[in-house]
C-alpha cells in the first residue's frame, strides 16, 4: 500500500513500513485531535536501503503547525534504528465540508458566509483581509460581495476593471478578476455608475446573489469567502437555501449593542442549520503609537465571553488601527500590503483559526455521511 515493506541497512538493521507508521502516529492534529496516520495523512511512504520518504498530506495549507508536524516527523522517523535520511514533504489538500454543490459552484470546496448582522463593524474589511490571508497560504480563494446595496469590496481589493465574458458548457459565464491572490466577484463591477444607488426590492436582492453566484466562472477553490450584507433578509436566505455553506463567521464590535444585533445574525444562521465556525471581535482595541499605551474603546473582550455563551469557537481580535483603514482606503488590503505587520499577522492567526474549523467541520460531516449499500 505504502511502498516497499522493509529496508536492510549495511549494518544489520532493518526498517519495516508498521515501525515507520507507528513513529508517525505519535504526531497528534491538535484541532482534529487524532494522528496523522489514522487521519490518513501519510501518502506516498516509501524505504529504500534505510532512506525513509512520504508526503504528510494537510487539510489546510493554512495549518499552524506544519512546521511543528514536518519537525517531529523527522524526529521520530529519524530515530528509528536502521534510518539514514529522512525526506518529508509537506502537501494538503482542503477537502469540502458539504455535498457536492451542484451546477450553481461546481469547483467550490466551501463556502464561507462573513456576516455581522449590522453595518458599520468593519465586517467588508474583515472579509477582504481574511481572503488574502488565506490565498498567502496557498489555497485558491474567492471573495463575494453580496451586499447588494453597498457593494465595498472593489474599493477594498483595488479593483475597476470592467468584467470579461467566457462561454462555458453551461453558457456564458463572468470572469472574477483576480487581485492580491484573490478572485473577486461584486456587483459593483456591472454598474455603469458605481455612484449611483441600488433600489431593488427584496426579491430582487435574493434574485441578484444567486446570479453572482452561479453566472461567475470562479473554476476550483478551496474557499469561497462571502462578504454578507448588514441583517438577515433576503441574501441570507438566498445563500443558506441555494448551496451547502460550509458555515459562517460573525463579526462583532465588543461593545453590547453590537453584540445584541451579531447575536442575532447567529442565531438566524443556526435557524438555517448553518454551523457556526465562529466568532471575532473587530476593533477590539487601539495601541497608541507614541506611548504604546493600550486603549479599549468599545470595551474589550464582549465577543469572546457571547462565544463562550453560546458554545462556539472564537476566532480572535482585531485591533483597531489606522494601518488597516489607509491600506484599504487605498485599495490593497494590509494583509497583502504589509504581510509582516502585526496587524496582518492577526488576520493571518485569525485565518489560520478559520480554517481550522472548515476542517473540522469536513471531517464531522464525513462522519456522519450514512455507507451506500453496495
Not at 532493518?14 to 495523512?41: N, T, Y
Not at 508526503?55 to 508536524?69: Q, S
Not at 483595488?158 to 483576480?178: D, H, I
Not at 484573490?182 to 455608475?193: A, K, N, P, T, Y
Amino acid at each position: 500500500m505504502f511502498g516497499i515493506g522493509k529496508s536492510e541497512t549495511s549494518n544489520g538493521k532493518s526498517v519495516s513500513e508498521a515501525e515507520v507508521l507507528a513513529a508517525l502516529g505519535r504526531i497528534q492534529d491538535p484541532d482534529l485531535r487524532k494522528d496523522i496516520v489514522s487521519l490518513g495523512f501519510i501518502k506516498d511512504l516509501a524505504i529504500d536501503r534505510g532512506a525513509v520518504s512520504f508526503k504528510i498530506e494537510l487539510t489546510t495549507p493554512a495549518c499552524p503547525v506544519k512546521g511543528e508536524m514536518e519537525r517531529q516527523a523527522r524526529e521520530f522517523v529519524g530515530g528509528l534504528p536502521g534510518v539514514h535520511t529522512v525526506d518529508v514533504a509537506m502537501t494538503s489538500s482542503v477537502r469540502s465540508t458539504a455535498a457536492p454543490t451542484g451546477p450553481l459552484l461546481p469547483g467550490v470546496r466551501n463556502v464561507i458566509a462573513v456576516a455581522s448582522g449590522k453595518g458599520g463593524v468593519g465586517k467588508s474589511t474583515v472579509a477582504a483581509n481574511l481572503a488574502v490571508a488565506l490565498a498567502r497560504t496557498g489555497a485558491a480563494v474567492g471573495l463575494l460581495d453580496a451586499d447588494i446595496y453597498g457593494p465595498s469590496v472593489p474599493g477594498l481589493m483595488g479593483v475597476s476593471e470592467r468584467l470579461t465574458v467566457k462561454e462555458t458548457a453551461s453558457g456564458p459565464k463572468m470572469v472574477p478578476p483576480t487581485a492580491h491572490g484573490v478572485r473577486v466577484m461584486s456587483l459593483g463591477f456591472l454598474l455603469d455608475d458605481p455612484s449611483q444607488p441600488v433600489i431593488w426590492r427584496g426579491p430582487m436582492v435574493g434574485s441578484g446573489v444567486r446570479q453572482l453566484l452561479g453566472d461567475t466562472e470562479w473554476g476550483t477553490l478551496d474557499y469561497l469567502l462571502v462578504d454578507m450584507p448588514p441583517g438577515t433578509g433576503d441574501a441570507t436566505l438566498t445563500l443558506a437555501q441555494s448551496i451547502p455553506l460550509s458555515g459562517v463567521v460573525v463579526v462583532s464590535q465588543p461593545q453590547d449593542v453590537s453584540l445584541a444585533i451579531a447575536v442575532k445574525a447567529l442565531r438566524a444562521f443556526q435557524s438555517l442549520k448553518v454551523r457556526i465556525l465562529g466568532v471575532l471581535e473587530n476593533m477590539s482595541y487601539f495601541l497608541c503609537d507614541d506611548c504604546g499605551k493600550r486603549h479599549e474603546i468599545f470595551s474589550h473582550g464582549g465577543a469572546q465571553r457571547k462565544a463562550q455563551e453560546l458554545g462556539v469557537p472564537f476566532l480572535g481580535e482585531v485591533p483597531l488601527a489606522g494601518d488597516i483603514r489607509e491600506a484599504s482606503d487605498a485599495g490593497t488590503p494590509i494583509s497583502a500590503l504589509r504581510p509582516e505587520s502585526p496587524q496582518a499577522q492577526v488576520f493571518a492567526g485569525i485565518a489560520q483559526a478559520l480554517a481550522a474549523q472548515v476542517s473540522i467541520a469536513g471531517m464531522q460531516q464525513r462522519r456522519t455521511i450514512p455507507l451506500r449499500p453496495v
